[in-house]
């Protein structure tokens, strides 16, 4: 699934071919893509729209109308967007079509469909999206403070945690994973076990996952491509995502796979130890009670 890098990445090769723009022919050929909406009725709704500006929250692209409507697009598991200046050819994927007033498309392909589109009226965006997102995580206002203030109080593996949109917005399995290797986190801690040096090294890695992920044009797994028919490099550098068995970049040590929420989690058994801090907390303790004894 594309993640925060991917998102960002295709916003930012659309950008300059969307905005200003009018959208003059829309076809929508799935009715899953908007339901419980009627295709033929959103088409509709579309057609004559300028782009104002395309943005991005979390894992959601914002296409922004001078109306100030916006259409809201996930691309899930394989959803992807096409622009193409001369003609495209036939796909069986394909969702959607839009043709803009420079005579260019933009064509919506997803060959599990679980992606969707969803047109939202004026002011209805914020309210929206506030229930189902945390932070931006690139943001400058997001800081180890605040993303200890996010894990407190949760019992969850901190995999889980950062899995959750609402904590961090656009984290998925691969960057969550690669995040956890570089601050050397057993994914399995409970989120709010988190001392303050290793949220601040946390903090660190995941802007560092996120930042490496957005230089490579994110990673091509399965159906990811960008707008131009590209795909990024990211999947190149991994250093624990689906690395099972080959050697830890920093220690050597077979990278491991269990199952964490759910999903396929990599991990290096020697740099993000379990055991190691189920002691150190023990011995945390030890000296709490030591030192009420001493006090008698
Ligand atoms: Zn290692």
């Given at each position: 699934m594309p993640e925060l890098p991917e998102v960002e990445t295709v916003r930012r090769r659309l950008e300059p071919v969307l905005?200003?723009?009018?959208?003059?022919r829309v076809e929508i050929t799935d009715a899953r893509l908007v339901r419980p909406y009627e295709p033929d009725a959103v088409a509709a709704e579309l057609q004559g729209e300028r782009v104002a500006s395309v943005e991005r929250r979390g894992k959601y692209l914002i296409v922004r109308f001078e109306t100030d409507r916006v259409l809201l697009i996930h691309l899930r598991m394989t959803g992807s967007l096409r622009h193409s200046v001369n003609g495209l050819d036939d796909d069986p994927h394909r969702r959607a079509l839009i043709r803009l007033d420079d005579g260019s498309d933009v064509a919506y392909r997803d060959v599990r469909r679980f992606g969707t589109w969803l047109l939202l009226e004026p002011g209805e965006l914020d309210t929206y999206l506030a229930t189902r997102l945390g932070e931006e995580p690139l943001d400058a206002l997001f800081t180890a403070a605040r993303l200890g203030r996010l894990l407190a109080q949760r019992r969850a593996p901190v995999k889980a945690a950062l899995l959750d949109q609402r904590t961090l917005a656009g984290m998925g399995n691969i960057y969550v994973d690669e995040a956890l290797w570089r601050a050397k986190i057993h994914p399995l801690r409970p989120a709010e076990s988190l001392e303050r040096k290793e949220l601040a090294r946390l903090h660190r890695a995941v802007r560092t996952s996120l930042e490496d992920g957005l230089a490579r044009q994110g990673s091509t797994l399965r159906d990811y491509k960008l707008p131009d028919g590209g795909s990024g490099s990211m999947q190149h550098e991994f250093k624990v995502y689906g690395r099972d068995g080959e050697p830890c970049d920093r220690c050597g040590t077979p990278i491991a796979k269990i199952r964490v929420a759910g999903r396929g989690t990599w991990f290096c058994p020697t740099c993000q130890p379990e055991q190691g801090y189920q002691a150190a907390s023990r011995s945390s303790r030890a000296p709490a009670r030591s030192s009420r004894q001493s006090s008698v």
């Open positions: 905005t200003g723009r009018r959208l003059d």
